[in-house]
């Protein structure tokens, strides 16, 4: 009760917030919840009017002098108010349900994404560039991403895709489905996801499962020590190629997953096509 008060008090000082959702006009001062959302504000041209940012948002360089007001705990909803923002990017799943409804609640504009392919990105880009003083900005970057989307699907298609375990963490082991923006850049690289048909999209799966769908290589996110400390766990039941790409051009949902994509690319291709036809064609 007493934060609430609070909040409310913040917000008698706040003239210029527009009750419900937030209406498509050049934002003043804009705070992006979650990393990917950071990078995404500033591919939009947004970058100038950002005046807070959650932890580890590191891109471009200038969100690292941005004030912190979200980490995994949560929001800090009291400075959020007090910052004044006119419009807060939020992580649909990834920032609490309840304090985005509070922050709704007292008037501040929130849009939430939950960014699942390029196309959603190249999509969200379109949609802040109604809030951008440069909204060309957006819309080129969105273009840029269709388009490279399709020059690699054309370049790096195979008759039959190679089988790829994607692979994040080892104690336990995950995986992700074919639902997830990382299963997407697997297929523009003329591969396919071992575990697409997963119900959840970051499926927990053992080491026998993966054995049983006999993968031509390993994706990871990480450095070389990732790559060589996966390539140690699984030997010697598995001696496939294990290929670590820059953890957040892939782990992020934004505009640097192209990043990723053109980083793994070459290297699917210059591996020999699988012996046996992959499963799990979605």
């Not at 990017?89 to 849009?111: E, M």
């Not at 934004?254 to 699988?274: D, E, F, N, T, Y």
Request: charge should be positive.
């Amino acid at each position: 009760m007493h934060l609430l008060r609070t909040l409310k008090a913040l917000l008698m000082a706040v003239p210029f917030f527009v009750m419900g959702s937030a209406v498509a006009q050049p934002a003043q001062r804009v705070i992006a919840l979650a990393p990917n959302l950071t990078e995404l504000a500033y591919a939009a041209g947004l970058g100038p009017q950002m005046v807070a940012a959650s932890d580890y948002a590191d891109y471009p360089p200038a969100a690292e002098k941005l004030e912190r007001v979200a980490n995994w705990q949560g929001i800090n909803l009291e400075r959020i108010v007090a910052l004044k923002p006119d419009l807060v990017l939020a992580w649909r799943g990834g920032n609490p349900q309840r304090s985005l409804d509070q922050l709704r609640a007292l008037g501040v504009p929130v849009i939430t994404l939950d960014l699942q392919s390029i196309e959603q990105v190249a999509a969200a880009l379109d949609q802040l560039a109604g809030y951008s003083r440069a909204p060309e900005t957006a819309h080129q970057a969105a273009q840029q991403l269709r388009a490279e989307r399709e020059a690699l699907q054309r370049q790096y298609a195979r008759t039959t895709p190679l089988p790829v375990l994607l692979q994040f963490g080892t104690r336990p082991l995950f995986t992700a489905s074919g639902q997830t923006l990382q299963s997407e850049v697997l297929r523009l690289c003329g591969a396919q996801n071992l575990f697409a048909d997963s119900r959840v999209p970051w499926p927990q799966v053992s080491r026998e499962q993966v054995l049983m769908r006999r993968p031509a290589a390993i994706v990871t996110p990480g450095d070389r020590a990732a790559q060589q400390a996966v390539a140690a766990w699984w030997q010697p039941q598995l001696t496939v190629p294990v290929i670590a790409l820059n953890s957040d051009w892939f782990s992020r949902a934004g505009p640097r997953i192209m990043l990723a994509a053109r980083q793994l690319c070459p290297q699917l291709a210059a591996l020999p096509a699988s012996p046996s036809p992959a499963r799990n064609d979605r």
